[in-house]
């Protein structure tokens, strides 16, 4: 069926405007939520030179002394693998080769060196009395550098975009 010019126009704008809306509205509520750590996720990824990298964006109650607790289970078994609260230590074999930093504005980053997952791995992350998981499958660890080339090209693809619904936009009127 052949459309009239208006009519592939205003089904191009619908287009347009669908693709605007996807793209912009993570953006949006990101900013929305600034406030609301429950809308940040846990991440974990793999980084060039084989590190795990695992993201814990839960905030620092005030009031509290800050503790962290890194951790992870396979099956039943939960092994600390680095932690700063008192009295508690973490598994042997992940005493020196594993490192945490505390980001910007809020959350702790682990970092283990040379690290590959052998199994299905639920990652736990506890910071005062928040407590944040996520499960792990096997072959699905994502690269650091596309995570963070996704989160780049945002900006990127909305100033690709934006002129192109405008234009369709004066096509159709
Ligand atoms: C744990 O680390 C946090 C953040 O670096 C720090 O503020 C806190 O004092 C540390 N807690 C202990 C018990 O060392
Ligand atoms: C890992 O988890 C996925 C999804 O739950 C499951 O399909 C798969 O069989 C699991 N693999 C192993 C090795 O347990």
Not at 2 to 26: C, E, M, T
Not at 30 to 50: A, L, R
Not at 113 to 142: G, I, W, Y
């Amino acid at each position: 069926m052949r459309l009239l010019k208006g009519q592939r126009a205003a089904v191009n704008l619908l287009v347009w405007n669908v693709a605007l809306a996807v793209l912009i509205s993570p953006v949006l509520c990101d900013d929305d939520d600034d406030d609301d750590d429950s809308e940040d996720i846990m991440t974990v990824c793999q980084e060039e030179d084989k590190d795990l990298r695992v993201t814990c964006p839960l905030r620092a109650k005030p009031n509290y002394h800050t503790e962290y607790e890194f951790s992870m289970s396979k099956g039943s078994k939960e092994i600390i693998i680095n932690t700063n609260v008192s009295g508690t230590m973490p598994e042997p074999k992940f005493r020196h080769n594993t490192r945490v930093e505390q980001l910007e504005p809020y959350g702790f980053r682990l970092t283990m060196m040379r690290f590959t997952l052998t199994e299905n791995t639920t990652f736990m992350c506890k910071v005062t009395k928040a407590e944040m998981r996520l499960f792990v499958e096997l072959d699905s660890v994502q690269a650091c550098s596309a995570i963070s080339l996704f989160l780049q090209s945002y900006p990127w693809l909305l100033t690709l975009l934006l002129p192109f619904g405008i234009i369709q936009l004066m096509e159709a009127l």
